[in-house]
């Protein structure tokens, strides 16, 4: 995302490259992190609890937790900034009323009704940000601490950590099938249809626009926004889509897939491809059936593997070509220092997790440390949002919506989206390419008669979570061995 201060953001010169710039701290930082979990160092992260009532009631017993946590984090963002050669002490005194404004969105996402609509943190986090800034003003005082930048980038080098070549392996042919076949095509089509048909003049809003529709929703749009240097106001603009369409979806497609008498288990599959959140695809998915949830997650997990590819393609393809100056096509070395160097942690942290901890530490080592560094990445997340919508201008964001385009643009790709990978389902898991699934008795029980929000309310689910250790269980969604 292209920076409007240059005091907050451009490296110091006089420090080593790799100390100099936010891109290379993000990778320290989240080493740190994930170096104290897997070492026992870090034993629990302190987080908002869930509840039914007044909003006390989820942060009983808890502030002494929460504010040794936002400490902790105040000074491990600080060393960065510290190092950096900016003022720490401004830092900190902002950072704890910042770290106070995330923990009131975390609050108001933990709400049962709310959990089960399916609008998380990001979705608070971002309101209270662009209410602060669009009515009484972000505070000078506060600016030091708004570093979305740098929390983003954390963020997604433990989100690395979470995708586990092993649990692709295990997933299966056809889930492969329908999510890396209809993600790629999903996100070309978008890209020119919103550049060269709806002529949207910024290219990177249009392929972050494109990311969180055919990948995986918020998580996709952080990534490929940091990737692409996207402007702050074009990933809530993303964001704020992404999440509205989605509770859309989660309530309509397994209602429609009940009335039409579908496979559940195709039903599922083109669930997993086309909701964005992974939550709420295991919420749409529960309503056909605890296999179609199974499978509907599966495919989510395989799609969401697909966020530091596409990634990566995007800061690459934004290096040689868009950013590219006149004819002359940027040589290996201007590649290497322009492109975004959080990719390559998040890159390592996959391989480190999938090929070093996982076989030497176990499966169940290993998902206890993802719980961890996934919270703390939720922290993360939550105070890079704030601090998007404390930086925001209600003007300016209208100003991207200009006509309605961005909007066309995320309504005629899912379209398309919903069609390629309905078709990808049949192929898959109709027995058409492969050999079908056999539908468990289970399955064949009818479901109850509830909307996907009324059946998470009933059940106690959460339809929030941006990426799948976030979902309970999410190590059993697998499909069902072959005998």
């Known amino acids: 995302m292209p920076q409007h201060a240059p005091a907050t953001t451009s490296p110091n010169l006089s420090r080593h490259p790799l100390l100099a710039s936010e891109d290379w701290w993000a990778v320290w930082l989240a080493g740190l992190v994930m170096a104290g979990v897997v070492a026992g160092l870090i034993g629990a992260v302190p987080g908002v609890g869930r509840g039914t009532g007044a909003p006390a009631e989820a942060l ?96 997604l080098v433990l989100l690395g950590a979470e995708v586990l070549f092993g649990n692709i392996l295990r997933l299966g042919v056809p889930g492969l099938f329908v999510a890396w076949l209809v993600t790629p095509i999903v996100i070309l089509f978008m890209y020119q249809f919103g550049v060269r048909v709806l002529r ?6 249009v392929i972050v626009i ?27 603009l993303a964001v704020g889509m992404s999440l509205i369409f989605t509770v859309a979806m989660m309530i309509v497609m397994p209602l429609g897939i009940r009335a039409a008498g579908m496979d559940p288990v195709v039903g599922a599959a083109w669930i997993g491809g086309t909701v964005d959140a992974t939550g709420a695809v295991v919420a749409a998915g529960a309503l056909l059936g605890e296999q179609a949830e199974q499978i509907a997650a599966v495919v989510k997990m395989v799609q969401n593997t697909l966020i530091g590819l596409v990634a990566f393609l995007v800061a690459v393809y934004w290096v040689t070509h868009v950013e590219a100056s006149g004819e002359r096509r940027p040589q290996a070395v201007e590649i290497w220092h322009r492109l975004p160097k959080f990719i390559l942690g998040f890159v390592a942290a996959s391989l480190v997790f999938s090929f070093l901890l996982t076989p030497s530490l176990g499966d169940e080592r290993v998902a206890a ?83 996907a929000i009324e059946h998470n309310l009933a059940t106690g689910r959460d339809a929030t979570p941006l990426f799948y250790t976030e979902v309970d269980g999410w190590q059993d969604y697998l499909p069902p061995r072959q005998p």
């Open 210 to 236: 494109a990311a969180a529709t055919s990948v995986c929703g918020v998580s996709a749009a952080i990534a490929v926004a940091a990737a692409a240097r996207a402007r702050k106001q074009e990933l809530t």
């Open 60 to 155: 009983s017993g808890r502030l002494g937790g929460l504010a040794g946590l936002g400490l902790a984090m105040a000074a491990l963002s600080a060393l960065a900034v510290g190092v950096m050669g900016r003022s720490v002490r401004r830092h900190v005194t902002a950072f704890l009323p910042l770290f106070a404004l995330a923990v009131v969105a975390y609050t108001l996402a933990n709400q049962a009704g709310v959990r089960a609509a399916g609008f998380g943190y990001a979705f608070w986090a971002l309101l209270i940000g662009l209410l602060i800034a669009n009515t009484v003003r972000t505070p000078e005082w506060l600016r030091p601490a708004l570093r979305s930048e740098l929390y983003i980038k954390t963020g």
């Open 369 to 451: 440390a993802l719980d961890l560094t996934s919270d703390v990445r939720g922290w993360l997340f939550c105070l890079a949002f704030v601090s998007i919508g404390l930086e925001s201008s209600l003007r300016e964001l209208a100003r991207h919506t200009s006509g309605g385009r961005p909007i066309q643009l995320y309504v005629t790709g899912q379209a398309f989206n919903v069609v390629l990978t309905l078709a990808a389902a049949y192929l898959a898991f109709g027995g058409i390419l492969f050999d079908r699934v056999p539908l468990a008795e289970t399955t064949r029980a009818a479901a109850p008669p509830a909307t």
């Open 200 to 205: 949207i003049g910024s290219r990177s809003l």
